[in-house]
């Protein structure tokens, strides 16, 4: 009995009243070996989920089934009787041969190997690895906030995550723009992204403005990141697209010009008098101002004006912020529209066209005749009657230069009387 007993006792497997049954087991002679019908998976699962591993055991007899932690030699369960005070950990049996060990919200310290054995002699067991992985996390205590800092200046920013494994941390800046480091010796290098938990800025100017993103990865769904802005505070600038912009009096014009400033600034336009007096305009009636975003420190600025005579002179375009002013000006002229002069190739030309003679077809039974042309003998007597004046031109045509036209020479009738025969027999005299 004690020869039996033996490797169970140790191995510190199975205590009190399961020796006892363990051994009349073995006295009664049901040695057929057990065997493994699959072997254990490793899982991989990250923090927090649930996992389980599974042993399919034939010919168990009235062999028992143990689960332990190979590590730490730690017995779990053996058969369906929990033997750890890990609330979180349980075992389940089909009643065939399928024996289960679950592991409800696992923590990274679930991680390691988890053995499957059975009380033969010698004893047999499977080993099955749990890998419990983390999703990345920022650190959000130990990270930069918004940062604000002076043209010129360097600044640091830090990135701290925790992860399993651990988290890769890279930078890149949130408009796609590339960050620019600066070494000691003034060179200047561009990149996209920038590898570690720190990121070192030199020399700062305004285009190192704006946001950065420290992103964490470590290839657990899913990766993690924060937004962090840097403001460069400058001086404001101003400039104008058009020093001097020409306009007719009841025409619109827009004056416009860009300003740069961080913080942001107060943006204004205001009229020069002649006394050297500036007189701010506001928005309303026959002016209208207007400001368009261009980035995070530059913005343009409109000055529509529904021109009037009193309107032109120079305006200045200005901004303030807390570090100072600037401004720029810009002249409005008037522009006038002058006629051109006539050209003197232009040519007037008049043609007077003779009475037309009415041309008829005659038909004589079935017999067809050519055309005769049949004087319009009462053309005079219609005249007169309708006080035409036959001296008087009857069309007038215009013609000019650049179009080549046929010079016609006319005649003008000043009585049927003076109408020779020969001029009769023709259509338009003159062709």
């Known amino acids: 009995m004690s020869a039996v007993m033996g490797p169970w006792i140790s191995r510190l497997l199975f205590i009190g009243p399961w020796i006892i049954i363990l051994s009349n087991l073995v006295e009664k002679g049901e ?15 990250a923090a927090g989920r649930d996992a389980h591993f599974t042993c399919v055991v034939n010919k168990l007899q009235g062999h028992k089934v143990a689960w332990l932690r190979s590590d730490s030699k730690a017995i779990l369960a053996i058969h369906n009787h929990m033997v750890t005070n890990n609330h979180r950990m349980t075992v389940s049996h089909n009643g065939h041969n399928t024996w289960r060990l679950h592991i409800s919200n696992v923590q990274r310290n679930d991680s390691g190997h988890y053995m499957c054995q059975i009380n033969t002699e010698p004893m047999v067991s499977q080993i099955g690895m749990l890998e419990v ?31 399993y494994p651990e ?5 890149k800046r949130e408009d796609k723009e590339n960050i620019v480091l600066r070494d000691g010796t003034g060179g200047v290098h561009r990149v996209s992204s920038v590898e570690g938990r720190e990121l070192s800025l030199t020399k700062l100017t305004r ?40 306009a007719a009096v009841g025409t619109q014009v827009i004056l416009e010009c860009v300003v740069q400033s961080s913080p942001r600034p107060i943006n204004y336009w205001a009229k020069q008098m002649q006394k050297g007096e500036d007189v701010n305009i506001l928005s309303g009636g026959r002016y209208k101002t207007t400001e368009e ?9 409109y000055l529509t004006i529904d021109v009037r005579k009193k309107d032109f002179g120079v305006y ?4 303030r912020n807390s570090l100072g002013e600037a401004q720029a000006t810009v002249q409005l002229q008037e522009s006038k529209i002058e006629l051109s002069a006539p ?13 037309v003679q009415r041309i008829k077809k005659r ?48 005649q003008t009738i000043s009585s049927l009387d003076t109408y020779s025969s020969n001029t009769r027999n023709s259509c338009i005299t003159g062709l």
């Open 343 to 355: 050209d003197p190739d232009f040519e007037l030309e008049t043609t007077t066209l003779l009475p």
């Open 316 to 319: 200045a375009c200005k901004a």
């Open 207 to 246: 285009g190192d403005s704006g946001a950065y993103l420290c992103i964490a990865s470590n290839g657990v769904p899913s990766p993690v990141s924060k937004r962090i802005m840097l403001h460069v505070h400058f001086h404001p600038t101003v400039d104008v697209v058009n020093q001097i912009v020409s």
């Open 133 to 163: 992985v983390e999703a990345p996390d920022i650190l959000y205590n130990e990270t930069s906030n918004d940062t604000i800092t002076m043209e010129s200046a360097n600044v640091n920013l830090i990135c701290e995550a925790r992860g």
């Open 31 to 45: 040695c057929d070996t057990p065997e493994f019908i699959y072997p254990i998976d490793n899982i991989t699962v």
């Open 167 to 171: 988290p890769t941390v890279i930078w």
């Open 363 to 410: 038909r004589k039974g079935k017999e067809r005749r050519k055309n005769k042309v049949e004087e319009y003998d009462d053309w005079e007597e219609e005249e007169e009657e309708e006080g035409g004046d036959q001296s008087k031109p009857q069309i007038i045509f215009f013609k000019e230069p650049e179009i080549p036209a046929t010079v016609y020479t006319t």
């Open 293 to 301: 975003q261009i980035n995070s420190y530059s913005m343009r600025i």
